[in-house]
């Protein structure tokens, strides 16, 4: 029973994650758009007639609780899948509104994504008569018209959706009568919405003193899918509100199967299955960023800069790295996508086990269940019963290696079949297939090691016994709604719909203390025989956090933080320990109040190493930064913008930065560097400005000149020192050279600035 479901060679099984593989399913040329996409699109055409109005055995009126089932369900769709689609018809009525001007139909809303106005304009309908101003028909209409506009509803989306769906709430049990006619074209318009993909789901309701009669009418027009419950379909009509809600419930939500995949039960035997997920946490929605001025929704980008230059990033120029024996291993994606690839999708049979066998604790995550996907291959369906009744008769569970898909880990799971059974109404509660347990491998194993525990008397075993007994109680979580949800929900809906009053939400997961007070007395007489009153409780080993050592290795003292402003700064003796404790703002204000700058990528024992270095330095102790330090100060600094000129330099080696182009030198210069190779010598006079004390005017006024010769420019640079002669010597090197960011006038005079602009 081998299948090969492409012929191009791509494997049909690669793609099998509806949302997550619905480009890639795209784009391979693959016929499965109803499959991987994740909208549903449902029409609620609801009968308007006048009998819809009159009230039935209960004193409910069936129009009102069709209309609340379609305010209810829109309600569940905001909050679950806001992205599918949602709209209302009614027909047989008064005045029509439709594309196709049919009489007696009325598209109240047309289909698109749920919203609080469409609740509100739907609730409007349940008071003061609102429905008068669409109104109920006096004649015949045709039936067949309120299909068709259903079809153009939903041709005239252009959203793409998976399933198309028609919920159809009516206590009329054959609205065309004796016309043969109309009896035909409706039939007739029910098998196109087929061929189109548009299923019609029935909820009949009962009038009062009359059942609803499906084999009327209803029985020709009405649809199933293999894939729902049961292989018929289920026409009891409901009276009550709350049946016909758990109706429109229980069909809310299209069954959507989490994955495709082959069943490889040996050499050359595969079937396909479905995977289905039974139980999935539900969550709060996770918030969406909005403009605060326009109220749209805002979109992230997320964007690669490089550090080094600041570049935008290309996704070819993104490797991923991994540490591998002190060393960086980089990948790319497709690397990366070729590690992760193990082996073949699929479900591979090994053998067989013992039910027993399998305990609690190896379940490692919530079950899926697999069930027979028969479009795919034939003859898979009846293989699958066949396997699974054997299974159930043996008492024996499957142990198969399971990959839903190509990227994913191998994983051991088991197989437990489950029997199809009903209800006595005749409706299937539970389906015909396999639960997929999924099963640790010996590294998720845990060992806990405990000492010898004492062993409970035979006393307390029977008053534990009788506790046990006399507390059970009959559970079912189905039964229970998470009130944090529910809470959530009221208030969401109260926003959203303008209520004045949030709805109450009743916490039903409580203990029941008022029930459980009636045995009372049998809680009481186990906790005496568990804790009797010379009972002494042990004292619990509590592990210290182990306190900061200082310098000489000994603990620090505990010590209160005093606010930065009222410490006494010359009295602390080792600042780097004393400020330790404080946390990053008192830093930063520390450091504001003593006048040195925070640069942002500063982190704690950045700060801390310049607040001890400041006082230091305050102190004596630390005479002059090294040549590191200084290097980094100048990192920290704004960097300005080059200039256009630039000055020579007549000792490039001794420059922190790099050197500045060379220029052309000018004759005064090439004999004042002659001069300074000869020390002995003594310099030209008439080339060398000598600096003296009434020059610091001079040399502001000079500063600001516009239009000096290069020369003069050069000259005042290799300034001299005070006298000349034998005490003539050159200024010294400015530390940061041509960078120099110092505009102090006796630090220009006292050294030198070579490629410096004036």
């Not at 109240?108 to 309908?125: C, G, R, T, W, Y």
């Not at 289905?276 to 403009?291: C, E, I, P, Q, R």
């Not at 805002?298 to 290309?314: A, F, N, S």
């Not at 305990?359 to 795919?376: A, G, I, M, T, W």
Request: glycine share 6%; proline share 5%.
């Amino acid at each position: 029973m081998a299948f090969h479901p492409m012929a191009n060679g791509n494997s049909f099984w690669d793609n099998i994650f509806q949302e997550e593989d619905e480009a890639k399913a795209a784009e391979d040329g693959e016929n499965q758009e109803n499959f991987f996409s994740s909208k549903d699109a449902i029409v609620f055409l609801i009968d308007s007639t006048k009998e819809m109005f009159v009230p039935n055995e209960l004193g409910e009126i069936p129009f009102h609780n069709a209309i609340k089932c379609a305010v209810a369900t829109l309600t569940d769709k905001i909050i679950s899948s806001d992205s599918d689609l949602l709209g209302i018809c009614f027909y047989g009525t008064k005045n029509k509104r439709n594309s196709n001007e049919f009489e007696g139909v009325y598209v109240f809303h047309e289909l698109d994504n749920p919203d609080a106005q469409i609740i509100i304009d739907s609730e409007n309908l349940l008071v003061n008569n609102n429905f008068d101003a669409i109104g109920s028909t006096e004649g015949d209409f045709a039936f067949s018209d309120a299909l068709w506009t259903c079809s153009t509803m939903f041709s005239m989306n252009t959203q793409k959706v998976g399933h198309r769906r028609i919920f159809l709430f009516t206590n009329e049990d054959d609205p065309v009568g004796d016309d043969a006619s109309a009896r035909e074209r409706s039939i007739q318009r029910a098998k196109d919405l087929s061929d189109l993909g548009i299923d019609i789901e029935l909820f009949s309701m009962n009038k009062q003193n009359k059942e609803f009669d499906p084999t009327k009418f209803y029985q020709s027009i009405i649809t199933f899918d293999e894939d729902e419950d049961g292989a018929a379909i289920n026409f009891d009509a409901s009276s009550k509100f709350e049946e016909l809600r758990a109706r429109v419930r229980r069909k809310e939500f299209k069954k959507r199967s989490l994955a495709r995949i082959p069943f490889h039960l040996g050499p050359d035997i595969e079937i396909a299955v479905r995977l289905y997920a039974l139980v999935h946490n539900t969550k709060k929605g996770s918030f969406v960023w909005m403009d605060s001025k326009s109220n749209q929704m805002l979109t992230t980008t997320t964007k690669w800069v490089c550090e080094d230059t600041g570049t935008l990033l290309l996704d070819t120029q993104i490797k991923s790295g991994l540490n591998y024996g002190g060393e960086k291993v980089l990948f790319s994606k497709e690397d990366l996508s070729q590690i992760k690839v193990v082996g073949k999708v699929g479900v591979y049979l090994m053998g067989f086990k013992p039910k027993d066998s399998l305990k609690d604790f190896h379940q490692l995550r919530p079950s899926n269940f697999l069930y027979p996907d028969e479009p795919v291959v034939k003859g898979s369906t009846v293989t699958f019963a066949a396997l699974l009744e054997r299974m159930r008769q043996r008492n024996v569970i499957a142990i198969c290696r399971f990959m839903p898909r190509i990227t994913s880990s191998p994983k051991f799971v088991a197989l437990v079949p489950q029997e199809e059974t009903f209800d006595e109404d005749g409706i299937q509660t539970s389906p015909a297939g396999f639960h997929v347990i999924y099963l640790p491998y010996a590294d998720d194993l845990r060992e806990i090691n405990v000492g010898p525990q004492k062993k409970a008397s035979v006393d307390q075993i029977n008053a534990a016994k009788k506790m046990v007994k006399s507390l059970r109680i009959k559970f079912d979580s189905r039964n229970f709604e998470n009130p944090a949800l529910q809470k959530h929900y009221a208030a969401l809906q109260a926003i959203a719909l303008d209520r004045e009053e949030v709805e109450e939400v009743v916490d039903y997961v409580t203990p029941d203390e008022e029930g459980m007070a009636k045995f009372s007395h049998v809680i009481q007489a186990f906790k005496e025989s568990v804790y009797p009153e010379d009972y002494v409780v042990p004292e619990k080993k509590t592990t210290k956090r182990k306190a900061e050592l200082g310098p000489d290795g000994e603990p620090l003292p505990k010590k209160e933080r005093v606010p930065v402003a009222d410490v006494n700064l010359d009295e602390v003796e080792d600042h780097k320990t004393f400020w330790k404790p404080y946390n990053i703002p008192e830093l930063k204000e520390l450091m504001k109040l003593i006048g040195i700058s925070c640069p942002s990528k500063y982190k704690k024992d950045d700060m801390l190493d310049s607040i001890n270095r400041y006082f230091l330095r305050k102190q004596g102790k630390l005479e002059e930064d090294s040549q590191e330090v200084k290097n980094e100060k100048e990192k920290e600094k704004p960097k300005k913008k080059a200039p256009s000129k630039k000055k020579n330099s007549d000792d490039e080696s001794e420059a922190p930065k790099k050197a500045p182009k060379p220029r052309k030198q000018t004759a005064s210069q090439q004999e004042f560097e002659e001069a300074l190779k000869q020390p002995d010598a003594p310099p030209a006079k008439k080339k060398v400005a000598v600096a003296s004390q009434s020059d610091d005017d001079d040399f502001e006024e000079e500063k600001s000149k516009k239009g000096k010769s290069k020369g003069n420019d050069a000259e005042a640079d290799f300034s001299i020192g005070k006298g000349g002669g034998e005490d003539w010597k050159p200024k010294p090197m400015c530390p940061y050279g041509a960078n120099c960011y110092r505009k102090n006038a006796d630090h220009l005079k006292e050294f030198r600035h070579p490629g410096k602009q004036k």
